[in-house]
């Protein structure tokens, strides 16, 4: 683990916590609220209400993003989408190709309303690879 804010400047926000807010949190009040809590469980809206004086930006920050969930749909949806496009008689396609076709696949869904549909019910896609090749054909 990164143990410097520039570490996590990637981190919208983070670049405006000072290196005195960032080392007392690192090396000393995150560490004495693990050792001092029950099976190392820390209340985060306690912790961080009652650091706000001491470490102002911090606090804030970890209060906004402390709630933020986190998950790869996103990633698995278009990890799934690849492998519906790239199919074994599409072996040797190009990455732009690759692109391309996956972003006309999604924007025909996208205008055909199936995003609408699939709240309603779960769109589990088309029966073989060959349909949907011939969905992006047309």
């Known amino acids: 683990m990164e143990n410097s804010v520039s570490g996590y400047t990637h981190i919208p926000g983070f670049s405006a916590v000072p290196n005195d807010e960032f080392d007392a949190y690192f090396q000393r ?7 001092a809590s029950a ?19 911090l ?16 990633a698995e ?22 692109k391309a076709l996956v972003f006309l ?4 869904r996208l205008t055909s309303g199936v995003f609408e549909r699939d709240e309603l019910e779960i769109d589990c896609g088309p029966d073989s690879e060959d349909e949907v090749e011939d969905s992006l054909d047309t």
């Open 29 to 35: 009040l995150g560490p004495a609220a693990l050792k």
């Open 39 to 57: 099976c190392g469980v820390v209340d985060l809206d306690v912790f961080w209400d009652g650091l706000l004086e001491r470490l102002p930006v």
């Open 59 to 74: 606090s804030a920050l970890a209060k906004r993003y402390k709630d933020v969930i986190v998950n790869s749909a996103d």
């Open 77 to 98: 949806r278009s990890n799934s989408l690849y492998k519906l496009v790239l199919s074994s008689r599409r072996r040797s396609i190009t990455n732009s190709n690759l």
């Open 105 to 108: 696949y999604h924007n025909q």
